[in-house]
DNA sequence: ATATTTTTTTTGACTTGCCTAAAAATTTAT
DNA sequence: ATAAATTTTTAGGCAAGTCAAAAAAAATAT
C-alpha cells in the first residue's frame, strides 16, 4: 500500500509528463509539489524501488504502467469526489478542490464505484475536465481555448485550464459555467483582449489572459 | 493541526474514558491502538505538551477540554460518513466502520456541516450510536442490554455493544437489525441462554453472548 | 573550448511514529 | 512488610519524509 504522500507524487509526475512531456524533471516535480529538489530525489528512488517509475540519474522519471495506473485512479477518485461535493453537497465548484485532494486518498475501490453509480457515472467532474472510467479511459471532448477562436465564431464553454479559485470565482461572476454560450465579435490587437457575448447578453471585453485559460466546444454561428 | 495517528489516539483514550473511566492506563491505550507501551507513553507526551490532555506519570492521562472536542468531532464525523454510507450508497451495516475510519479524519468543517445537511441532521448512525451535534452534544437513548430483560418483557432493537462485521452479519441473518421488535420468553438457567420471539415469529435461542451486546429499548407486552 | 550558470544529487540532520530490551515504579500476593 | 508480578517509562534504534548546504553533473554562454 501506498503512503498518501507516495500517491501524491505519483500524480503530480502524471500530470508533469501529460502537459511538458517526458522525462520529468526533478525540479519541476519540486516547483509543483511545494518541495526541495533533495527531497523529489529521495521519494524518486523510492518510488523507482517500487517499480512506479522509471529513473535515470540527471535525466528525470518516467512512470511505468503500474505508476500511470496509480495516478490515472487516483485523478478519477479526485474528480468523482469533486461531482458529490458539487453535485450533492451544493459547494460551488471553485470551493471543492481542496477537498476532494484529501478525500481522493480514502482506500476502498468499493467506494469509489458505489459512489459512481450514486452520482450517475458522470463523465467530466465541476470543472470540465474528463472523468477516467475503472480501467483508466476517458472521453475525449473536442474542445479548444478561447483564445484560439475566429472574430465570428460561438462556443460554448466546456473546461478551464487554471483551475485556481480566484479564476473559477471571476468566471462564475461573468456568467461563463460550463454550458454558457461566447460569442467572439473582434480580437482588439493592441493587447490581444476580446469582445465577446455571454449568453446573448451586451458586449464586452475580456483580457487574454481569460482567453487562454477557457476551454470552449466550437459551435455555429 | 493534528495528525491522523494523534487524532486516533485521542478517539481511542475518549473512548476507553467512557467505558473504563478515567484516568486511562498506558496499557489500555495499547492494547486499543494494536501497538505497545513505549509508543503511548511517545504519543502521550507529545499530546500532553500540546495540552490535549493531562498526563501524570505512571497514573495515566484524562483527556482536556479541548482533547475531548476533538475526540467528539471525530466521532460526529465518523458516524455521519456511516450513516452516508449505509443511506446513500447501500453499503450494509458492517461494511461501513473501516471506510469511515478513514474518512473521519477529513479536514473541513463545511464539509461536514453540509454532509449533516444532506442526510437529513441525523441523529443515529447505522449501529445505532447517538451522532455528535456540532457543540458535541447528543441524545441520550434509554436502552438497556438485551440480557437485562425480564422475561415477557419485550423490546425494540436499538443499539449494538460488540460492532464486528461477525456479529452484525449475524444479527443481520436473524432479523435483528435496528428497530426489530424482541421478546423475551424465559432464560436457561444452564447457559443463561434466551428463549426469544423476533418479529412475531417462531421461538428460538440466543446464547447470552448475544443478549450481552445487543441493546433494545424495553417495550410495553 | 572554456567558463558560467543551472540542475541534480549527496550529505548530514531533524521530526514523527514505531519497535525491542532494560530499568524503574506501582500493584498485588504472601 | 516483603516478595513477586504487573505496569510504565527510558534508552537506543529504525523508516519515512523533510530540509539546508555542499558537491557533482549537465546545460548554456562566451
Ligand atoms: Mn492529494
Ligand atoms: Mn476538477
Ligand atoms: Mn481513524
Ligand atoms: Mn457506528
Redesign the pocket.
Known sequence: M?????E??LKSIYKIAESDGIPV??????AR??????????????LSDKELLE???????QLTEQGSRVATQLIRKHRLWEVFLTDQLGFRWDEVHDIAEELEHIQSPQLIERLDRFLGHPRFDPHGDPIPDANGHWEHRQQVLLSELLPGQAGIVTGVNDHSPAFLQYLQQLGLTLGARISLQETVAYDQSLQVVIEYGAPQNLSDKVARNLYVHPSAE
Chains 1, 2 share one sequence.
Do not use: C, F, P, W
Not at 25 to 30: C, D, E, F, G, I
Open positions: 501506498l503512503s498518501i504522500t507516495e501524491n507524487y524533471s526533478t525540479n519541476s516535480v519540486a509539489m511545494q518541495t526541495t529538489a533533495a527531497s523529489v530525489t529521495d521519494m524518486i528512488k523510492r529513473y535515470e540519474k540527471y535525466h528525470g522519471v
